[in-house]
């Protein structure tokens, strides 16, 4: 869990920040970008192509439809057809911004994969870098949440306050 001077530190920090928890090992090998989309998501993106090129990782690009189980969805007739419009849309804008990081890695020469996942996204970045083993997770300042949370972003900071692995917090 991350203490109220850590996240003072890290929130009013300009430079980017490292985290790495008491009981991590750190190595390079395998990384994990989760990506909404948004700049600052991107810009951790680049951050991460350069590491993996220069410590020869591969890379995990991670974006996140956030999905809420509807109760109630036979009361609306058409909701559920709007919600499945909607995930679609954001699926389709997620995956673009991932091709823009994939075609970095190509020119690079850097191992990538994809993937786009529902659920509630501080939980399965979460999940994914356990199943993956990864080794350190790269992430935006904010995001979707914008400055919110005094430009950390509530994902961000979930993440960090969660994760057994290192993140590297890319400051906008």
Known sequence: MLGSTSYKLLAGSSVDVLIVPK????????LLVPTDGSGPAQKAGYKA????????????LLSVVEVEPIAFESEVPHLMETLEKFIDSQRKALASAQEALIKRCELEGIS??????????????I?????????LIVMGSYGKSGIKKFLLGSVTEKVVGLSEVPVLVVKS
Not at 23 to 30: D, G, I
Not at 112 to 125: A, K, N, Q, R, Y
Not at 127 to 135: L, Q
Request: hydrophobic fraction near 40%; aromatic fraction near 10%.
């Open 23 to 30: 009981t991590a090992s750190f190595k390079l090998e395998n």
């Open 49 to 60: 192509i350069n590491l993996a090129k220069v410590f020869s990782a591969k890379l995990n």
């Open 112 to 125: 990538c994969f994809s993937s786009i996942e529902d659920g509630v996204p501080h939980e399965i970045i």
């Open 127 to 135: 999940d994914f870098s356990a199943k993956k083993s990864i080794d």
